[in-house]
Every structure is written in structure tokens, then in C-alpha cells.
T-cell receptor, first 115, second 113 residues
Framework: ETGVTQTPRHLVMGMTNKKSLKCEQHLGHNAMYWYKQSAKKPLELMFVYSLEERVENNSVPSRFSPECPNSSHLFLHLHTLQPEDSALYLC??????????????FGPGTRLTVT | AQSVTQPDIHITVSEGASLELRCNYSYGATPYLFWYVQSPGQGLQLLLKYFSGDTLVQGIKGFEAEFKRSQSSFNLRKPSVHWSDAAEYFCAVGATGANNLFFGTGTRLTVIP
């Protein structure tokens, strides 16, 4: 049990649908992340929030819209997705440690299929 | 720029045999390095981390990794593999004070009886 939960675990949506992915962390961390994991590709960092402010957006298409209402919750709003957006979406959280490093803790992911 | 290379896409070992998964990194400053494991349908679980000090670090589930600065490597090892170790393993590198990590493409481990 990692202390990071994601819902739903599986999602099938049409290209015209609007849906949201939810992530919640119970670790008291102050940074949260969205990653996309596709087959045979490295993990792609999509968004980083630190202290509820977005600090990094790696040129993600606007059909993905993140929201971080507080340090424990992170959402990824989806609209007009494409089939190539089908992937495992992972949420992670972290806190800066005394040595200056960040250990990221991951949720189980949401398997998204776009039809 | 930071990058991580895991040269082995897929490795098969027999249960009870030893294991070494390779990781090479590229980073200008002193990095901190991680190994994560991902079981099917699950998120990534942290196995171990290196930042400074002893170059041989111990992790969970009997894994260890050795940092070799001269070779820019951080290979993961286990002396005796169990069937439950079958999973995907990811190496990652980060920088001090930076909260993002760079991941390799992963190595899938198959364990045969």
C-alpha cells in the first residue's frame, strides 16, 4: 500500500466524452505528479504541482487539463481525446527530504482506453 | 541533459539464480538514483535509492544496487531470484532540489521455474 490512491482504475471513453481522473495522497507530501505510461516508451511526465502550483507542463496537449485544489488531491480532466491517448496514467506524490532528494510514491494507475 | 539507459529490454532468469539489471545515466552534477519495480497492473514501488555515501545500497525485497561513478552506472542485483520478482524494473535519476525524475524505458524480468 503506497498511500496514493487513484480512481477509477479502468476507464473506457469515446473521443467526444469528458471524464476526470482522480488522485489522492495520504502521505502529507507537498508535490504531486501526473505521468503517462505507454507500451515500450519511457514514463512521460505530464504535470508537476508543488505546493498546489503548477511548476512544470511538458508540452501536454490542451485536451488534458490538470487541477490541484489542495496538496492531497490531484485531478486530470480529459476531453476530446484521441486513440493514441490510451495508456496507463500514473499519479505520484513526493516531499523534499533532508538530503535534497525527492522520493516519489506512485498510485496504482488508471488504465485509459479511448475508443 | 539528464537521461537514463536501461540496455536490456527483457531478461529471463531461473528461480534461485542471481540477477543483475543494468542502468546507465547521464547527468552533469551529482545525481540521486532510484530503482522502482512495477508489477502488472500496478504503480511503481520504490526499491532503493542512492544519493551519497556508501556506493552499495540495500533495498527492500533483498535487492541491492551499486553506484559506480566512473562507469555512470547504477546496476541492480539480487543474489537469488524468486518467482514473485517477475515484474518490470525502472531506473530513474534526479537532481538535488529538483522534484522531477527521469526514467529509463524499463527492463522486464521473467522468472522461470
Amino acid at each position: 500500500e503506497t498511500g496514493v490512491t487513484q480512481t477509477p482504475r479502468h476507464l473506457v471513453m469515446g473521443m467526444t466524452n469528458k471524464k476526470s481522473l482522480k488522485c489522492e495522497q495520504h502521505l502529507g507530501h507537498n508535490a504531486m505528479y501526473w505521468y503517462k505510461q505507454s507500451a515500450k516508451k519511457p514514463l512521460e511526465l505530464m504535470f508537476v504541482y508543488s505546493l498546489e502550483e503548477r511548476v512544470e507542463n511538458n508540452s501536454v496537449p490542451s485536451r488534458f487539463s490538470p487541477e490541484c485544489p489542495n496538496s492531497s488531491h490531484l485531478f486530470l480532466h480529459l476531453h476530446t481525446l484521441q486513440p493514441e491517448d490510451s495508456a496507463l496514467y500514473l499519479c505520484a506524490s513526493s516531499q523534499e527530504l533532508l538530503d535534497g532528494s525527492y522520493e516519489q510514491y506512485f498510485g496504482p494507475g488508471t488504465r485509459l482506453t479511448v475508443t | 541533459a539528464q537521461s537514463v539507459t536501461q540496455p536490456d529490454i527483457h531478461i529471463t532468469v531461473s528461480e534461485g539464480a542471481s540477477l543483475e539489471l543494468r542502468c546507465n545515466y547521464s547527468y552533469g552534477a551529482t545525481p540521486y538514483l532510484f530503482w522502482y519495480v512495477q508489477s502488472p497492473g500496478q504503480g511503481l514501488q520504490l526499491l532503493l535509492k542512492y544519493f551519497s555515501g556508501d556506493t552499495l545500497v540495500q533495498g527492500i525485497k533483498g535487492f541491492e544496487a551499486e553506484f559506480k561513478r566512473s562507469q555512470s552506472s547504477f546496476n541492480l542485483r539480487k543474489p537469488s531470484v524468486h518467482w514473485s520478482d517477475a515484474a518490470e524494473y525502472f531506473c530513474a535519476v534526479g537532481a538535488t532540489g529538483a522534484n522531477n525524475l527521469f526514467f529509463g524505458t524499463g527492463t522486464r524480468l521473467t522468472v522461470i521455474p
